[in-house]
């Protein structure tokens, strides 16, 4: 009889075992023991289902190959057999064995060790801490999706489980669309399991979903839960390796924040690091302001609630054209002393992220004019536009910008130049003394605020953001910037100042 041990698990690696949501978000740091929990967690569900068909995802083969395939071969061996033109280990049908492990009650009956088969073939609980199981066909199937081309291997295909391993690797288009295979007529558990840490191309959709817990339409806040584990929770790696700790603790600020303390707020090749969604709890504390109150105030923050502008501001309109890529439309309220306010936004993209609707330049000049005709901030007022100089390209007949005219929609060539553009958005979100930046984005703006913050440094041009992104709402910001530019203003002292003026919202 084969025997299948399972150490117990940690704290954490315990709630994630027993996570019962759709959707599971565990980790928030380096060393929290996320690969052994989702090897842990896929033998147990292959051995408590026969038949279940479990997928591992992760960015690379290799990585594939070291942190899941090597060792669980070395497992399973005489349990399961590992084919590797398919990438999958196939747990053999009738074969009796035996596991020991940690029992606890977990989800729709799964339990930290098998359970022993009573004369149904249906799970009963154990007496003791080891139990025997006849396994019919479970598989676990392994998948590298290092570009959006490696999508194609899923087509048609159905899993039960799915284990995004180091998910914030993946971009938010792939993890969606590997996510969509998740279906199959049967009584399986149908669960994803994310597990992450800060950074990373997909970081702003991991914080939305499982830390911001910010939802969209289609979205149910009940199907997503987070368990969040630090090195510290890991005590096998701790008693192992106990200089571990330590090797994080000297990391750059950044890289310590996100990996140490599991800070999401920041993360190492962030382009906009100094994009606040919510106020500075420190620079908060130093003035003695709730959170709440600095938000209220405008302070610490660029995201203020939506609110009309008032009547003497001067209205702009940025514009950066896509087709089979969104488009996006923003309006900007500019006050009397020349902070910039994001007020509205069209932004043409499908539920697939960074997909266009392929609008024909009619179609989309023809949604700008309906909304600047009945919105009442726009209706009536003048408004200046900004845009990409390529829509003025006549190589194709009538340019984008002379059928936006033909809408009564006008702009002129925005500045195209990309790192001077740059540094004009980094010096509006800027903070002065008293806590207040030059640039507020209202929060009704959810295309910007979905996809500004998870843009990263271009690796081959450092100092310039990576275009592979969805970055549209990002590149008619920099028009914006461009088209008002202004002198960055030295950096503001430690100790907060108190509003000279009184609230600039109020």
Request: charged share 25%; net charge neutral; hydrophobic share 35%.
């Amino acid at each position: 009889m084969q025997i299948l041990k399972i150490d117990p698990p940690n704290d954490k690696q315990r709630q994630m075992l027993l996570a019962k949501t759709k959707h599971v978000g565990f980790g928030g740091a380096r060393g929290g023991g996320k690969s052994w929990a989702v090897r842990a967690k896929a033998k147990l569900l292959a051995l408590r289902y026969p038949g279940i068909k479990i997928l591992i995802v992760r960015r690379s083969y290799p990585e594939l190959v070291n942190n899941h395939i090597t060792i669980l071969r070395a497992e399973l061996q005489g349990i399961a057999r590992y084919n590797d033109k398919e990438k999958v280990l196939r747990f053999q049908p009738g074969l009796g064995q035996q596991a020991t492990g940690n029992r606890q009650q977990g989800t729709n009956g799964e339990r930290c060790a098998p359970l022993q088969k009573d004369r149904k073939g249906t799970g009963t609980r154990g007496t003791d801490s080891s139990a025997s199981l006849g396994m019919t066909g479970s598989s676990i199937h392994f998948m590298y999706c290092a570009k959006d081309g490696d999508l194609d291997r899923l087509q048609g295909v159905e899993y039960d489980v799915i284990f995004l391993d180091e998910a914030t690797q993946l971009s938010e288009f792939q993890m969606k669309s590997i996510t969509a295979c998740l279906r199959g007529a049967n009584s399986f558990p149908k669960r994803v399991y994310y597990t992450c840490n800060p950074g990373g191309q997909g970081h702003a959709y991991i914080k939305r979903i499982f830390l911001d817990r910010r939802y969209e339409a289609g979205e149910d806040p009940a199907d997503y839960s987070f368990i969040r584990s630090l090195v510290t929770d890991n005590r096998v790696l701790m008693e192992a390796q106990p200089d571990y700790i330590r090797q994080l603790q000297a990391l750059p600020e950044k890289l310590r924040r996100a990996w140490l303390e599991g800070d999401w707020d920041i993360f190492e090749g962030q382009f906009f690091e100094d994009l606040r969604l919510l106020p500075d709890p420190a620079a908060c504390a130093r003035a003695g302001l709730s959170q709440e109150e600095a938000r209220a105030q405008g302070r610490w923050t660029h995201v203020i609630p939506a609110r009309a502008p008032a009547p003497g501001w001067k209205l702009y309109r940025s514009f950066d054209w896509g087709y089979s890529r969104p488009y996006s439309c923003a309006w900007w309220a500019v006050d009397f002393d020349g902070r910039l306010y994001r007020i509205l936004e069209l932004y043409g993209c499908t539920e697939n992220p960074n997909e266009g609707l392929r609008q024909t330049p009619d179609e989309v000049f023809r949604r700008i004019r309906e909304l600047e005709d009945s919105h009442p901030w726009l209706r009536g007022r003048h408004i200046e536009g900004v845009a990409d100089p390529a829509i003025w390209d006549e190589s194709g007949g009538e340019s984008i910008a002379e059928t936006g005219e033909r809408y009564k929609v006008y702009f002129s060539p925005g500045d195209h130049k990309r790192i001077p553009g740059w540094m004009q958005c980094h010096y509006r979100l800027r903070f002065d003394g008293e806590g207040l930046p030059m640039m507020y984005v209202y929060d009704s703006c959810k295309a910007f605020l979905r996809t500004v913050p998870g843009l990263v440094y271009d690796p081959l041009r450092p100092e310039d953001l990576d275009s592979d992104g969805e970055d549209h709402a990002a590149d008619e910001w920099r028009y914006m910037c461009m088209a008002r530019p202004i002198t960055p203003k030295a950096e503001p002292s430690e100790t907060p100042k108190a509003l000279r003026w009184g609230n600039p919202l109020g």
